[in-house]
């Protein structure tokens, strides 16, 4: 089988492989290459694979779309990290979700200095005030 992992802005994996574990609502389910073609909605979680050189890899992922066809194995989702063990996994995460939320505290304090301005703004220009 071939796994692609796909990202709204890169294609993190595009491999070959020979088992692929991941979570839907129902429960883990593990695809092997002559699995019936497949289609899933994935929880946010682990996705596991192993290589032709049987080695186990994590992703953590945040949610998404597998579908196998064929020997075609495709996640989408809008949010992965790879590790090799699950200690590195976690610290990686980790590392994703604070940057994250730095970075979307940056955006609230820009969007809090914009509305700032503009309401300066009509202020300045008497909008709102009876003429």
């Known amino acids: 089988m071939n796994l692609k992992v796909l990202l709204p802005t890169e294609i993190l994996i595009d491999r070959p492989v020979l088992k692929v574990i991941a979570e839907a609502e129902n429960g883990s389910f593990c695809l092997l290459p002559r699995h019936v073609d497949f289609v899933s909605a994935l929880l946010p979680g682990i996705l596991t694979f192993v290589d032709e050189q049987n080695c186990e890899t994590y992703l953590g992922i945040g949610g998404g779309i597998l579908t196998k066809t064929g020997a075609e194995v495709r996640v989408s989702t809008i949010y992965a990290v790879q590790g090799e063990d699950l200690d590195t996994l976690r610290q990686k995460v980790?590392?994703?979700?604070?940057?994250?939320?730095?970075?979307?505290?940056?955006?609230?304090?820009?969007?809090?200095k914009l509305e700032a301005d503009i309401l300066r703004h009509f202020v300045k220009q008497g909008v709102g005030s009876d003429v």
């Open 94 to 112: 980790s590392e994703q979700f604070d940057a994250q939320h730095e970075r979307e505290r940056l955006v609230r304090s820009a969007i809090a």
